[in-house]
């Protein structure tokens, strides 16, 4: 930030909106700001290029394939600036596929007021900094460089905050992996860590980039996906079983589960709960099939 200031690049809309945007910013209390607009895309690009924004608003026009285009341009630009999207078309039909091309959330311009700007400003900038200390403090699994236990609670714990908020859907997967803690400890600290680093590669490239994805026990992971349902439990499983046929040389003893549990639209319920519930869920659950040689 420039000068303890929250720097924000403004990339699209018409003007007077992108004045009316500017106003709620700079009347928010005790969040100081500086604001830099870019007319086009392709001039937001460059100026994100250039570094030192610690967020973007996207004012998207359109809310079809090239609205959704110009998110994941965006986010590929500074995956590791916050990007929030501002729509005044059909929100709901921009917002999902907005999420799964990097943004960390979307408003309805319709329904946008200086209070509103304001929280969703703090709540992504507040999320960063929780991303970046987790970094810090090695809140990181060291076999497998997905968030750790408490890493993940932690931002559970605040994006449940933000679905209650917006009165969306939340599912937690578990997923176990039954014998794989053994098969790595078998292979030698190299080989293994190389498994457990494959694996966790294979989850990365499963899940969404946005959603969060952590090794919660020894044979235990667990992943979140926030605003848009994720993809099927079945279809999850078997991906990893395929390739988990890849990565060990298909042992006949190693198996996975899968399960996902979704709390009530606008309940209050805790991080460690649903993990614990998702975990439950997954162990208790029909045998899986049998890994193919």
């Known amino acids: 930030m420039a000068e303890d200031k929250i720097s924000i690049l403004l990339i699209g809309g018409k003007q007077e909106d992108a004045a009316r945007l500017q106003d709620m910013i700079a009347a928010g209390k005790g969040l100081p700001t500086q604001v830099e607009r ?11 290029a250039k570094g030192g924004f610690d967020l973007v608003l996207l004012d998207i026009a359109s809310p079809g394939k090239a ?3 110009s998110v994941a341009k965006a986010h590929a630009q ?5 990007l929030i999207v501002l729509t005044g078309a059909d929100a709901e039909a921009i917002g999902g596929p ?3 091309a990097g943004a960390y959330d979307y408003l309805p311009k319709a329904e946008l007021s200086q209070a509103l700007l304001s929280r969703v400003i703090r709540y992504a900038i507040s999320r960063q900094a929780l991303e970046a200390e987790a970094r810090r403090q090695a809140f990181l699994d060291p076999a497998t460089g997905l968030y750790s236990r408490q890493a993940f609670l932690a931002l559970v714990q605040r994006d ?7 009165g969306e859907k939340v599912a937690l997967l578990a997923i176990y992996t039954g014998g794989l803690g053994r098969l790595c400890a078998a292979m030698g600290p190299q080989r293994g860590q190389r498994v457990f680093a494959d694996f966790a590669q294979m989850l990365r490239t499963t899940f969404r980039e946005t959603d969060l994805v952590a090794r919660v026990g020894p044979d235990d992971f667990a992943a979140l996906a926030l605003g848009v349902s ?3 439990t079945d279809v999850v499983a078997a991906r990893l079983r395929k390739g988990l046929l890849v990565l060990t040389n298909h042992p006949d003893w ?6 996902a549990v979704s709390p009530e639209v606008g309940s209050e319920v805790s991080a460690a709960d649903l993990l614990s519930r998702a975990l439950e869920a997954c162990k208790e659950g029909p045998e899986p099939p049998e890994t193919e040689p």
């Open 38 to 48: 870019a007319g086009r895309l392709a001039e937001g690009l460059t100026r994100l």
């Open 67 to 69: 609205g959704v285009e």
């Open 78 to 82: 500074a995956p590791e600036v916050p």
């Open 98 to 100: 907005a999420l799964w």
């Open 160 to 166: 449940l905050k933000l679905a209650r908020r917006r």
């Open 230 to 232: 994720p993809i099927g």
């Open 254 to 259: 190693l198996s996975i589960r899968v399960a």
